[in-house]
C-alpha cells in the first residue's frame, strides 16, 4: 500500500509555503481549474514572502473552513494584472490591487 503524501499543517507552514486568504468564488475556480494565476499586491509584504531567496513551492488558499493546496510553478513581479489576466481589472480587483503593478503568482497541479 502506498503512504499518503504528507500535507502541510494549517497551524505552522512550512517554508516553500504560502498562505492565501481568498473570497470563496475565487477559491471555487481554483478548485475546478479556470484560475490559475493568483494576483497579489506588489508590496513589500507579498515580496518578502514571495520572492526571497527560498520563494515557496506550495500555496495554500484558504476559504473559511476550506483549505486547497496547489504548486507554484512560476512568481513574477512588477507585472501588469491587467495584462496578466487578459482584462480589465474588476472594481473588487482595483481595490486589491491599486497600482499599475503586482506579483503573479502562477499555480500548477493541486496536491
Excluded at 520563494?55 to 496578466?84: M, N, W
Amino acid at each position: 500500500m502506498k503512504k499518503a503524501q504528507a500535507i502541510p499543517s494549517l497551524k505552522k507552514p512550512k517554508k516553500g509555503v504560502a498562505v492565501f486568504r481568498i473570497r470563496c468564488i475565487y477559491f471555487d475556480q481554483i478548485l475546478n481549474g479556470t484560475k490559475n494565476v493568483e494576483l497579489r499586491k506588489d508590496s513589500p509584504f507579498w515580496r518578502k514572502r514571495l520572492l526571497g531567496p527560498y520563494p515557496p513551492h506550495i500555496a495554500l488558499f484558504l476559504c473559511g473552513s476550506k483549505k486547497l493546496y496547489r504548486r507554484i510553478t512560476e512568481i513574477r513581479a512588477d507585472q501588469d494584472p491587467e495584462a496578466v489576466l487578459g482584462r480589465p481589472l474588476s472594481a473588487q480587483g482595483k481595490k486589491d490591487i491599486p497600482t499599475k503593478q503586482c506579483i503573479a503568482i502562477y499555480l500548477g497541479s493541486k496536491l
